[in-house]
Structures are given as structure tokens and as C-alpha cells.
């Protein structure tokens, strides 16, 4: 074993010993970095496969827990901005149960809801029964709110008011949402809207209007006595006006950049929405259609026959007493009259119109086109265009108006020769560091030829009978010093078979001493003034092409 590396180290020696500057840098490099990535991949390798073992940690709770794995040696990592502790997943059911041996964490579900009321016993008073009932509503709500995919955390207070009996109005029940959003995220208005159902939902003689949302930047969402989400309400409207003028600016711009070009028109729309929740009630009667049968008639006649003596005149007596005449007429009267009430059908018709708030209410629609580029277009035909695509309506009072005037084009121009610049700066910028790029790769390309690049050599095979015999070509051009001969071999080494062994002697090459020299030279050169080597390539590149 010994011999087996002592030859092993001794080859090792003599290979390394035959190596160039260029050829052992190249190997040390190599072999640091087959070092660094084995330690890496070793690293990565051995890392255990972390799980959560603790989410929805508060900093308590979290400060708590890392404190005890770090006393009971355990490998762990936060993770959600510290509220997940991750452990080896074969540790995590360990971990549960040591730390729950330790009461942590301590804000468990068993803490909030209505686990606070498996809490209570006989003795506790008519307050702490109170109280725990609040709280434990508070962490029902609270929980619903963090199940929200939007939501990191939440805090929830409600006031309660005890009952007044003897009083007309009772004091409201109010409620306070403390709302933290996840990185990177905001609450809309309708996941506010969401929150502040869902809590007056859950608490009774609570109302939307007295639900505050707040999230933890200060920025208050909802307001009591303001209609429930007051504000988010506000931000959806406005945004909600914003977006149908965008997208009807959007549609006429896309059309007249078809019809007069790019660059040769400016849209600019306004939008009126009516957020004014209305309801309309009309009533109205149908009369009978002709043929009808009556609801009701009725019909009243009246017959009158008369057959006697009516006085016919006199004169009065003492007593003012009309004194009848002897003669008197005969009468014969006769009466008739009829009554007819006919009662017809008729329908009566209630419609009930339910006017959605956010329903457009006005629009206004601008148009500037350039002069000196749409002189051919009808005016009359381009307002038709516009409108059509803006879906204008008179009756409601929409308004288009088209214009004509010489657009500034100084300010575009200066812009567009400014971005020309920019980009011609960017890509002499991406040439001059290509080319340092390249100039580099071709100096390390010709460190590692120099290096790696073997030298010609001519071998002679010798016998050891005749090792003073050589070949002249071997030795290099005339003239160069004779290699000398050989001594014999001692009695000790010779053969007795008749022919001896033939062996390969050492490539000899005198130019090998001289190239040595010339890449120690190069070697040096590119150590001390790099730049000027890099430029020198540079310039033989430029001479090739």
C-alpha cells in the first residue's frame, strides 16, 4: 500500500512538475472549483426538508417558541415575516408536543373564541362572564377575518352597551376592525365591504353603519354612520368613472389612429355616473275593452199617474183664506223617470322602476385632430364616427365636439431624438462592453493555447548495447552540441538473453527551453499591463476583418 502511494504521488509530482505557469493555474482553479461546488452540493444535500410546525404566530408567541427550540437544540426558520416557525419535517409532531409540554405557544385556538368559555367555572361573576363572552365573539370574528386570503392579521373590538330598560334610545353597539394586508397587497373595496357584513352579521343590534375598518397603515376603509364602507365606497365610484372614460377614450383612440394615423389625434373623455339609488312607482288604469260584462249595474225608474180636480182660482176672504169657485179643472198628470249606474272592469297596471345606482348620467367627448394632417376628412362624418363609437346619447345630454388645429410637434420631435440618442448611447454602450467582453475570452483563449499547447518532438528509440549511437536530426539544426555518450551498463543490470530490452529514452527538444521562456514572458506581460495586451489583440481582431 505504502509503494502503491508513494508511485501514485510520485507521478502525481513529476506531472505537476512538468506543467507550465498557465497549466497549474488552470489546474489550482479547476480543482478549487470542484471544491467549493462539492462543499455547496454537500450543503444541500445534508439540509433536512423543513415544515411548519407554528403558523399565525404573534411576536410573543414567536419569540417564545424560537427561545425554546434554540434551548432544546432544534433546527428551525421563520418564515411569513416571522409569524411560521419551520422545523425538520420528522421533528414536527416531536416539537408540538415538547413545546405544548411548555404551554407555548400561548395564543392558541383554546385562547381566543369561544374556547374562552370551556374556561369559565362556577364561581366567576356576572362581569368576567360578560367580558369572556365579548372576547370570545372578538376571536370568532377575528379568525373569520384572518381565513381571508388578503388578510395577514386582524384585531377586532366590539363595544357592547348594557341594556337600559327605562330608556327610549338605547346606545348602539359599535365595532372596530384593525385590518394588516399581506405584503405587497391592499384590501378593494369589496373585501372591506365583506368584512364589515360579516362582523355586523355575527353581532346582534349591530348595524353596517357602525363598523370602522382601519387597516395598519392608518388608512381608514370604513367609517360608522357614513353608510358602511364610506370611504372604499368613494375610491370604487371614482375608479368606476375612471375606468368607463378610459375605456371609451381607449375605443375612439384605437379608431382614429386607424382612420388619420398615429400621433395625428387626442381623445379626451368624461364620464357622469349617478350613484343615486332611486325607485319609481307608476300606477295606471286600463279601461274596459269594448263588449265588456259590468262589475256592477244598477237601474232606478220611477212611475207617477195623477186623475182629480184642481181649483182653478178664487178670492180671499177675511181671513186671507183662498174661497175655492164652484168650477173647478179637471187634471190628469203623468211622471216617468229611470236610473241606470253601470259599474265598467277596469285594470289598473303598478310598474315599480328600481334605478341602480352607478348608471351612466352624462358624457362628454373631446376630439382634437391635426390640421395639417386630416384637411381631407369631413368634419360632418368624423362627429358621426365619434359618436357611434362613444355610443352618444342627445337625449340624455351627451355632448361631441371635433376640432381642427396644428398640432406642436417640437416637444414629440425632441423627445423622439432624445430616445434616438439614448438607444444609439445604449448600444455603443452594449458594443464597447462586448468588445471588452471578447477581448478578455480571446486573452484567456490564448493564455490556455500557450499553456495547454504541446510542443513537437522527435523520439529515438536506443538500444542499451548502442545507446552511443544517435540520430544528428534529433539534436535540432547543425551545429548544435552533441548529446554524450552513455557509460555501459554495470555487470549488475546485464541480461543473459542476447537481445536486451528496448526502452524509450527521454524526448529530447532544445526549442522546448526556449518556448518555456517565451510563455513565461507572455505570462508576465499579461500579469503586469493587461490592458495593453487586451488592446493589442483588439487591434489584430481589427486587422482580420
Do not use: C
Amino acid at each position: 500500500m505504502n509503494q502503491r502511494f508513494s508511485s501514485a504521488f510520485t507521478k502525481i509530482r513529476t506531472t505537476w512538475g512538468s506543467f507550465t505557469a498557465g497549466q497549474r493555474a488552470v489546474t489550482v482553479i479547476a480543482l478549487v472549483v470542484a471544491l467549493v461546488g462539492g462543499v455547496a452540493f454537500y450543503q444541500w444535500a445534508s439540509r433536512p426538508t423543513m415544515a411548519p410546525a407554528f403558523t399565525g404566530l404573534s411576536s410573543s408567541d414567536a419569540g417564545a417558541v424560537t427561545a425554546k427550540l434554540d434551548e432544546l437544540g432544534t433546527t428551525y426558520e421563520l418564515a411569513d415575516g416571522g409569524s411560521t416557525v419551520e422545523v425538520p419535517a420528522e421533528q414536527v409532531a416531536k416539537t408540538r408536543i415538547d413545546l405544548a409540554a411548555a404551554g407555548l405557544p400561548a395564543n392558541t385556538e383554546n385562547s381566543q373564541g369561544y374556547g374562552l368559555l370551556d374556561q369559565q367555572n362556577f364561581a366567576s361573576s356576572d362581569f368576567q362572564q360578560k367580558m369572556a363572552a365579548k372576547r370570545a365573539a372578538e376571536g370568532e370574528l377575528q379568525k373569520a377575518i384572518d381565513s381571508l386570503d388578503a388578510v395577514q392579521k386582524s384585531t377586532v373590538q366590539l363595544a357592547l352597551p348594557d341594556e337600559q330598560v327605562f330608556t327610549a334610545q338605547q346606545t348602539p353597539t359599535t365595532a372596530s376592525v384593525l385590518v394588516t394586508p399581506k405584503p405587497q397587497q391592499q384590501l378593494n373595496a369589496g373585501q372591506v365591504e365583506a368584512i364589515v357584513h360579516l362582523v355586523s352579521s355575527a353581532v346582534p343590534k349591530l348595524t353596517a353603519n357602525n363598523v370602522t375598518v382601519t387597516d395598519s397603515s392608518g388608512r381608514l376603509l370604513s367609517a360608522t354612520g357614513a353608510g358602511g364602507a364610506a370611504s372604499a365606497l368613494g375610491d370604487q365610484r371614482l375608479a368606476q368613472a375612471q375606468g368607463l372614460s378610459a375605456s371609451a377614450q381607449q375605443k375612439i383612440q384605437a379608431m382614429l389612429d386607424k382612420t388619420v394615423g398615429v400621433g395625428n389625434s387626442s381623445v379626451t373623455v368624461s364620464a357622469d355616473l349617478n350613484f343615486d339609488n332611486t325607485k319609481v312607482q307608476s300606477n295606471e288604469y286600463i279601461p274596459a275593452q269594448p263588449g265588456a260584462v259590468p262589475v256592477q249595474e244598477d237601474l232606478e225608474t220611477e212611475n207617477l199617474r195623477g186623475n182629480g180636480q184642481t181649483p182653478t182660482g178664487g178670492v180671499l176672504g177675511p181671513d186671507n183664506i183662498t174661497v175655492p169657485q164652484g168650477n173647478a179643472g179637471q187634471s190628469n198628470q203623468q211622471y216617468n223617470t229611470e236610473k241606470r249606474k253601470t259599474i265598467n272592469p277596469v285594470g289598473t297596471r303598478t310598474t315599480v322602476t328600481e334605478q341602480a345606482p352607478g348608471r351612466l348620467a352624462r358624457m362628454g367627448v373631446a376630439v382634437v385632430l391635426d390640421a395639417n394632417k386630416t384637411a381631407a376628412i369631413s368634419q360632418t362624418e368624423m362627429n358621426q364616427l365619434v359618436a357611434a363609437a362613444a355610443g352618444i346619447d342627445t337625449t340624455r345630454g351627451d355632448v361631441v365636439k371635433v376640432s381642427r388645429m396644428p398640432f406642436d410637434t417640437q416637444a414629440s420631435a425632441a423627445a423622439e431624438a432624445e430616445a434616438k440618442a439614448a438607444a444609439e448611447q445604449a448600444r455603443q454602450d452594449q458594443l464597447v462592453e462586448l468588445a471588452k467582453n471578447i477581448g478578455l475570452a480571446l486573452l484567456l483563449l490564448l493564455a490556455l493555447l500557450i499553456g495547454f499547447r504541446k510542443s513537437r518532438k522527435k523520439t529515438k528509440t536506443v538500444e542499451i548495447g548502442d545507446l552511443a549511437s544517435y540520430e544528428t536530426d534529433a539534436l535540432g539544426p547543425a551545429g548544435a552540441m552533441p548529446m554524450p555518450a552513455l557509460p555501459p551498463p554495470p555487470a549488475e543490470y546485464a541480461l543473459e538473453d542476447d537481445e536486451m530490452p528496448i526502452i524509450e529514452a527521454t524526448p529530447i527538444d532544445p526549442q522546448s527551453e526556449a518556448r518555456t521562456q517565451a510563455r513565461a514572458e507572455i505570462t508576465a506581460l499579461v500579469e503586469e499591463n493587461p490592458d495593453e495586451v487586451a488592446r493589442l489583440l483588439r487591434g489584430w481582431i481589427a486587422e482580420r476583418k
